[in-house]
C-alpha cells in the first residue's frame, strides 16, 4: 500500500543494562556453539522494572521528541507478547495514563514479533479515516524466568527485555511513510503451539520452544517450512518496494529483527542479496531480541547516532509467529534535533 502524508515524527527506547553472552556462556547459561554463530556480544536485561514500565519510559521520550501532548494523541496502541507485570491489568491504558494523557482508545496488539509493524499500518489505517494528527505505537517484552530462559528457549536467538515507540503523525515527520505491505500463512500457526492447557503453565518451565519446532519440522520438513517462511517476507519486501517506486538498490539502510547472525544471513541477506553492514546489526548484536520492539529500536539507532541523510530510504521489515510479515520503506525527511549530528 502507498501512502500520503503519513510520517514517523519522532521514536523512543528504553533498554534496560546489559548481560555478556561472554560471561553467560563461561558460566554455563549459554552454548558456546549458539555463541559463535548468533554473533551476540551481549543482550539486555531488565532488573526490576516490568515491561509496562518501560514502554512508559520509551513512550515518554518519543512524545517528548515529537512535541506531541495527549490532546494530540488520536490513538495508543500497545503492542507485546509476554507478562506486562501485572495480571488482569490494562498496560494499555496505564501507558496512556503515565505518559499520553488525553482520551483517546489505548488499545493492546497481540501480533508476536511483527507488533511494532503492525501497529505502525493499523495506526495510519486510523489516521487516514478519523483525520486525527497522532498516534503512538509502544511495544514492551521482558522474557525473564520462570516462563522463559532467555538463552534456551529459543535456537540462535537470544530473547531480550526492552521497550519502544513511534509517534506516527500526518503532515510532517523526520520521515515519511512511502508503503508497507502485511503478509500472513496461518499454515504455519502450529510451529509453536504445542500442547493446550487449562490456563498458564506453572510446572512446564521454562518453556522449550526448540521441542515445539521439532514436533512440526518433523513431520511437515525444515525445508517446506523454510520455503513458506521465504515466501511471505519476499512477498511484502517486493510489494512494498514495487508500491513505493523503488528496487531494493534504492535502500540506504535495512532494520530486521535482532534474530542473530546465522538466522539475518538465512532469512535476509541471502534472499536479497544484502551486506550485514547494510543492516542494524552492528547495534542488535549488542541488544538482543527485544520482541516486537526491533524495528522502531534500529530506526531509533539510526537517528540518534546519526547514520542517515535527508533523502535516505530506509526499509523497516519483520516478522511473527503465527506467521505473518510486515514491510514499511521511509523516506528520510530531514535530521530531527535530537539526531547526534544534527546536534554537532
Not at 293 to 313: I, M, P, R, Y
Amino acid at each position: 500500500m502507498r501512502w500520503n502524508d503519513m510520517y514517523i515524527a519522532s521514536t523512543g527506547v528504553c533498554l534496560p543494562g546489559r548481560d555478556s553472552t561472554a560471561l553467560a556462556v563461561a558460566d554455563g547459561r549459554y552454548d558456546a556453539e549458539e555463541q559463535e554463530k548468533s554473533g551476540y556480544r551481549s543482550v539486555c536485561v531488565a532488573a526490576d522494572e516490568s515491561a509496562a514500565e518501560m514502554a512508559v519510559q520509551a513512550a515518554r521520550s518519543a512524545m517528548q521528541r515529537s512535541g506531541s501532548d495527549g490532546e494530540d494523541i488520536s490513538l495508543l496502541l500497545h503492542a507485546s507478547f509476554h507478562h506486562q507485570g501485572i495480571d488482569h491489568w490494562t498496560p494499555a491504558y496505564y501507558i496512556q495514563n503515565e505518559a499520553v494523557g488525553g482520551r483517546a482508545p489505548a488499545i493492546e496488539l497481540r501480533q508476536a514479533s511483527n507488533g511494532g509493524l503492525a501497529g505502525l499500518v493499523l495506526a495510519m489505517s486510523y489516521l487516514a479515516t478519523c483525520e486525527g494528527r497522532a498516534a503512538l505505537v509502544t511495544t514492551a517484552d521482558k522474557f525473564g524466568p520462570p516462563t522463559y530462559d532467555r538463552y534456551r528457549t529459543e535456537k540462535w536467538l537470544i530473547l531480550a527485555d526492552g521497550a519502544s515507540a513511534a509517534v506516527v503523525s500526518r503532515g510532517a515527520g523526520f520521515a515519511r511513510v512511502l508503503s508497507t505491505a502485511m503478509d500472513s500463512d496461518s499454515t504455519l500457526e502450529e510451529l509453536y503451539r504445542g500442547k493446550f492447557t487449562e490456563a498458564n503453565s506453572l510446572t512446564d518451565l521454562p518453556l522449550d520452544l526448540r521441542a515445539r519446532k521439532d514436533v512440526y519440522m518433523e513431520r511437515v520438513g525444515i525445508a517446506e517450512v523454510a520455503m513458506r517462511g521465504n515466501a511471505g517476507l519476499v512477498n511484502v519486501v517486493k510489494t512494498a518496494l514495487g508500491d513505493a517506486e523503488l528496487e531494493i538498490g534504492d535502500i540506504s539502510r535495512f532494520v530486521f529483527p535482532n534474530i542473530g547472525r546465522s538466522l539475518l544471513q538465512w532469512d535476509y541477506l541471502d534472499a536479497f542479496g544484502l551486506e550485514e553492514s547494510q543492516t542494524t546489526w552492528d547495534w542488535g548484536m549488542d541488544v538482543g531480541h527485544i520482541g516486537a520492539g526491533d524495528q522502531f529500536g534500529g530506526l531509533n539507532h539510526l537517528v540518534e547516532t546519526g547514520a542517515l541523510s535527508a533523502g535516505d530510504k530506509v526499509m523497516l521489515a519483520g516478522s511473527g509467529i503465527g506467521f505473518s510479515w510486515n514491510c514499511a520503506v521511509l523516506e528520510i525527511q530531514e535530521l530531527p534535533e535530537w539526531t547526534t549530528s544534527a546536534n554537532g
